[in-house]
Nanobody
């Protein structure tokens, strides 16, 4: 019932910026937390940034001061502004929504996007 579509990834030189977007489709009552994860080759998937419905944010230490997460509840979208990019940011970035309440059920779900590639050249 819910699908996530990411956009905004690409190739950028070190020091540049990218803005990732994620749109959630489907009839959704509430999304508690929206976030971005990334996975580099040979490494585990890690949390990059997350934002709650109340606006509280959490960032990985490696991106603090450089990345900013935001959300638009009316549009059911989440964004990740990525500034001062470095080669270590190269990874596949995945959109995640957690605590998703659907109509006519008290059960909450989590969903993942397909991922978008971000490559930062030195």
């Amino acid at each position: 019932q819910v699908q996530l579509v990411e956009s905004g990834g690409g190739l950028v030189q070190a020091g540049g910026s990218l803005r990732l977007s994620c749109a959630a489709s489907g009839i959704i009552v509430r999304i508690n937390t929206m976030g971005w994860y990334r996975q580099a080759p040979g490494k585990q998937r890690e949390l990059v940034a997350a934002i709650t419905s109340g606006g509280s944010t959490n960032y990985a230490d490696s991106v603090k001061g450089r990345f900013t997460i935001s959300r638009d509840n009316a549009k059911k979208m989440v964004y990740l502004q990525m500034n001062s990019l470095i080669p270590e940011d190269t990874a596949v970035y995945y959109c995640n929504v957690d605590g998703v309440k659907l109509p006519f059920t008290g059960v909450e779900y989590t969903y993942w996007g397909q991922g978008t590639q971000v490559t930062v050249s030195s």
